[in-house]
T-cell receptor, first 112, second 116 residues
């Protein structure tokens, strides 16, 4: 069965700091990878997605990610975070069918 | 704002009650999903309807009964729930009958369910 690991459960940063959130998956085949964000009281929103091609992926709100196949990872990055980036971030993997499996989530708090 | 609408936003029910959660999307999506999210946990898949047919039931107890009256609507009927069923219930849809790069999930805001 596929699984997803997010390395940090809580991250606290100051505004303008750089962000990197790790995500590793276990699945031997071709995967679809997603990062979702859940702002307080809001719905899960798609930040970015990856299937194939350029391993550097651009998402919304200034987020980007790098796919490293040999590490089975899609790490989320943002060069300079803002207070409004305070949210919970979920990595998700879909290797086959309709079973999108989510990681445990990372709660990011940005101090202003 | 999300294009997947869930009602009600909050629901409190007793263990002997029968209630329903509703979900609606008008994006022409072909698949609809129910997820359950407990506090400080990731969403967990419950059911998937693809082209209005139940395609996945993740061994969910029968006290949860899904229904897909048409391609735009998804219901979750609740009966004889337990306090441990209290959670955020999320509805989602995808353009095609399965989730992939070209057909990611679009989520609603969820229904916060409390079982007393």
């Amino acid at each position: 069965a596929q699984s997803v690991s997010q390395h940090n459960h809580h991250v606290i940063l100051s505004e303008a700091a750089s962000l990197e959130l790790g995500c590793n998956y276990s699945y031997g085949g071709t995967v679809n990878l997603f990062w979702y964000v859940q702002y307080p009281g809001q719905h899960l929103q798609l930040l970015l997605k990856y299937f194939s091609g350029d391993p550097l992926v651009k998402g919304i709100k200034g987020f980007e990610a790098e796919f490293i196949k040999r590490k089975f990872s899609l790490n989320l990055r943002k060069p300079s975070v803002q207070w409004s980036d305070t949210a919970e971030y979920f990595c998700a993997v879909n290797g086959y069918g309709n079973k999108l499996v989510f990681g445990a989530g990372t709660i990011l708090r940005v101090k202003s | 704002d999300t294009e997947v609408t869930q009602t009600p936003k909050h629901l409190v029910m007793g263990m002997t009650n029968k209630k329903s959660l509703k979900c609606e999307q008008h994006m022409g999506h072909r698949a609809m999903y129910w997820y359950k999210q407990k506090a400080k946990k990731p969403p967990e898949l419950m059911f998937v309807y693809s082209y209005e047919k139940l395609s996945i039931n993740e061994s969910v107890p029968s006290r949860f009964s899904p229904e897909c009256p048409n391609s735009s609507l998804l219901n979750l009927h609740l009966h004889a729930l337990q306090p441990e069923d209290s959670a955020l219930y999320l509805c989602a849809s995808s353009q095609e009958g399965s989730v992939d790069y070209d057909s990611p999930l679009h989520f609603g805001n969820g229904t916060r369910l409390t079982v007393t």
